[in-house]
């Protein structure tokens, strides 16, 4: 599992949220969503957009470039 798939993965869950939320949030099938978690396809940079501005986290730490998860600004 990259880095990407675990803060994926992780954000989701501290957040209690299922994948399926996550998915109608991005507008894309759970099955999607579920291929970006597991890594078998890679997160296109327009849902990653997404998910920062839904967990208001900059796209640094998802993509591994810090541990802090830092807000918008």
Not at 11 to 27: G, P
Not at 39 to 60: F, H, M, Q, S, V
């Amino acid at each position: 599992m990259d880095i990407i798939t675990k803060r994926l993965r992780d954000t989701r869950e501290d957040k209690d949220l299922k994948q399926k939320d996550i998915a109608d949030i991005l507008k894309i099938t759970y099955q999607q969503y579920q291929l970006y978690e597991s890594g078998k396809r890679k997160l296109p940079i327009d849902k990653l957009k997404l998910l920062c501005e839904y967990y208001n986290i900059t796209a640094d730490y998802f993509l591994g470039f810090t541990n802090k998860q830092k807000s918008i600004k």
